[in-house]
């Protein structure tokens, strides 16, 4: 049997997902359709079998209501050692950790962030 390339870094990120889902109480169908993410696509991820784009990333991370750089750091997308030190990962994370905040306006205030540090010279 040959080994997955993917096994190491997969399974860090699928584990990290189910976690995620369990803690959440959500079945692997009611993330899927959280997310928007085929439940079999979903599975396969969990199992370290698929490497998800940043983009299906950002929707688990909706349906889960966690960072998406949490999980773009698991994914190896993001480095851990650049979001500690940018500080932008502390105003990210208190979007997304704000339980007052409904997806949609989470998501908007990200966006609003995000288009003020895109020009930033400091990053």
Known sequence: MSPNPLNELGTSLGDYLREQRQSAKLSLRQLSELAGVSNPYLSQIERGLKRPSAEILQQLAKG????????????????EDVTAHTGGSDVRRAIADDAIL????????????????????RQ
């Open 102 to 121: 409904t997806a949609r306006q989470k998501k908007a205030l990200l966006d609003i962030y995000e288009s003020y540090v895109e020009d930033d010279p």
């Open 64 to 79: 889960l209501e966690v960072s998406a750089e949490s999980l773009y750091v698991k994914a190896g997308i993001l480095d």
